[in-house]
């Protein structure tokens, strides 16, 4: 797979069928990986998406591909769950939404990462 300069760009979308109903989508990811920029270790983690679209929601497939695209790079937990949280926002302007992104223990220290958007 080639990675774009942009990886938001692998993002892709489908119209909400229901754009008048609140409704909620939870999207586990539990294989995440990318690599610790410190040590060059990799780093595993479950990725939870809760959001309430407004228009558009997000392709499953896509969202795979985008999530792969972290697999080798070097990039601290706080700073990769902040960035996907920005990018989904940006490519779907949900009404809200939240991940949690629970990485394994390394060195017996476990990190959970939660970040949250709510549209104003």
Known sequence: MTIPANPRELL???DNQYPGRDYVIEIVCPEFT???PKTGQ???GTL???YT???KCVE???LKLYLQSFRNAGIFYENVTNRILDDLVAVLAPRRMKLVA????RGGIST???VVHESE
């Open 34 to 36: 990318s690599v610790c």
């Open 102 to 105: 629970a990485f394994t223990p």
């Open 48 to 50: 939870t998406f809760t």
């Open 12 to 14: 892709e979308t489908f």
């Open 60 to 62: 499953l497939k896509s």
């Open 112 to 114: 959970s990462v939660t």
């Open 53 to 55: 679209p407004d228009r």
């Open 42 to 44: 990799p780093d595993f």
